[in-house]
């Protein structure tokens, strides 16, 4: 007998139709999420997103390659995941287990549509449903594994992670997920009594049934109808979630990674064209920022990598580049909202909400962007604000003073004229 299963087996046609209403508002609510979010990123500056689709396909592409290689390697390889131990194991368990079931319930799906154009389309079973269920069961396990060692991880609040409630909504979902679609399966064969590879295919789900004791026919389809109606709640309840916590940089950090602009160790200049044109110099309110830079915003799951790695974190300065981006989300939020009810006056981006002395502890080593997974350039984000300071004269400390002995000195020291190139005595120099 080949090896396969119905996809709605034991599921009457009044609860997959209700099944597909409940997805719909799911989706809804999703798309009504992201819409909401990408509303806030519309109060910032224009990014010339058009100029990526003008021109015939081969400009297109050539323009999309770059961006489309960064997520492929940042967040389809997850490449800026690794080198973090065990947390990094964790994430790669959950992500690849979580888009393993994803991708697995596509196809389930696709399976289903096209069996009812023809059964000829039919591919979910044979090899492929063999194969198909292996996969499945034991990526569930990586799944469940990652979810309980972030909850392990939870529980210990590392100083450098951010820490919401929301969070436990997140991974107590992914548990409930996991293990009432282990229960789903269980319960099938308990009701089905496959033989064979049939059974055996399904290791995981095979041995829970073995464990839930004797189970009438009747008893287990009674029993699979409920526990499939839960597991459906939960994950479209998981999935209309996404944009309103956490799991939004699923979203918004490919986007974010795609539209990102490397670019270690130089600073865009400032034009006089532009300062005529924008009456300004860097950046004076969160509108001022790029429509991207307000997106990288949203792109952050607070992580805590760029604080690890950060030298004045690490030396007692008041400076937090997640703190910083988490401090303009909140802005971006909050001028969003006042914007869309008419409001006129916002709390300010300097002083308020960013201290000076924060920005100027800034050693603009890029040592956050280079770690960020989502390619989000926090030294971008201060060095733009810096540049306002400089223009409002708001200069001060050491590179004030290392500024204004170049002026008058023609070098940083303060030393004469004559003196200045002293340093270089006892100095293998040519001329």
Not at 61 to 71: E, H, I, M, S, Y
Not at 176 to 189: F, K, P, W
Not at 312 to 319: E, F, I, M, V, Y
Request: aromatic share 12%; proline share 4%.
């Amino acid at each position: 007998m080949t090896p396969t299963r119905e996809t709605f087996g034991n599921i009457p046609l009044s609860s997959q139709l209700a099944f597909y209403a409940l997805a719909a508002v799911a989706v809804g609510i999703f798309c009504w999420g992201v819409w909401r979010r990408w509303k806030l990123w519309q109060i910032g500056q224009p990014i010339g997103f058009r100029e990526l689709i003008t021109g015939n396909l081969l400009a297109v592409w050539k323009n999309f390659r770059p961006g489309a290689q960064r997520v492929a390697l940042d967040a389809g390889a997850q490449q800026r995941v690794r080198g973090h131990g065990l947390g990094t194991v964790a994430h790669l368990s959950l992500y690849v287990g979580f888009m393993a079931l994803f991708a697995g319930t596509t196809l389930l799906e696709l399976d289903n549509i096209l069996s009812h154009l023809s059964e000829a389309f039919k591919f979910h079973r044979g090899l492929y449903y063999v194969v198909y269920e292996y996969t499945l069961d034991y990526l569930g396990l990586a799944f469940l594994a990652g979810t309980l060692f972030f909850c392990w991880r939870r529980f210990r609040k590392p100083a450098a992670l951010g820490h919401r409630a929301s969070d436990w909504y997140v991974l107590l979902s992914f548990l409930a997920i996991g293990v009432t679609g282990y229960l789903v399966e269980a319960l099938r064969i308990l009701w089905s009594q496959p033989t064979g590879i049939t059974a055996h295919c399904s290791p995981v789900g095979l041995w829970l049934a073995g464990q839930l004791g004797s189970y009438t026919v009747s008893e287990a389809r009674s029993a699979h109808f409920a526990v499939w109606w839960i597991h459906a709640f939960l994950a479209f309840g998981f999935f209309a979630s996404i944009p309103f916590t956490r799991l939004f940089h699923f979203v918004a950090g490919p986007m974010n990674i795609f539209l990102a602009q490397p670019g270690l160790g130089s600073l865009v200049p400032v034009t006089m064209e532009e300062v005529e044109k924008t009456e300004r110099v860097g950046v004076n309110d969160i509108r001022h920022f790029s429509i991207q830079q307000l997106l990288s915003l949203d792109a952050c799951m607070e992580c805590g990598r760029c604080e690890e790695v950060c030298p004045a974190t690490a030396s007692g300065k008041p400076l937090s580049p997640k703190r910083v981006v988490q401090d303009l989300k909140g802005l971006m939020e909050e001028t969003a909202t006042g914007l869309a009810a008419g409001k006129k006056e916002f709390r300010a981006l300097h002083e308020d909400t960013i201290k000076a002395e924060t920005l100027w502890s800034c050693t603009a080593c890029s040592a956050c962007v280079n770690t960020c997974p989502v390619r989000i350039d926090q030294l971008g984000l201060i060095i733009s604000m810096r540049r306002h300071l400089v223009a409002e004269g708001g200069l001060s400390g050491t590179a004030a003073t290392a500024l204004r002995r170049m002026q008058s000195n023609a070098n940083p020291w303060g030393l004469p004229p004559a003196e200045r190139a002293n340093w270089l005595d006892g100095l293998a120099t040519k001329s």
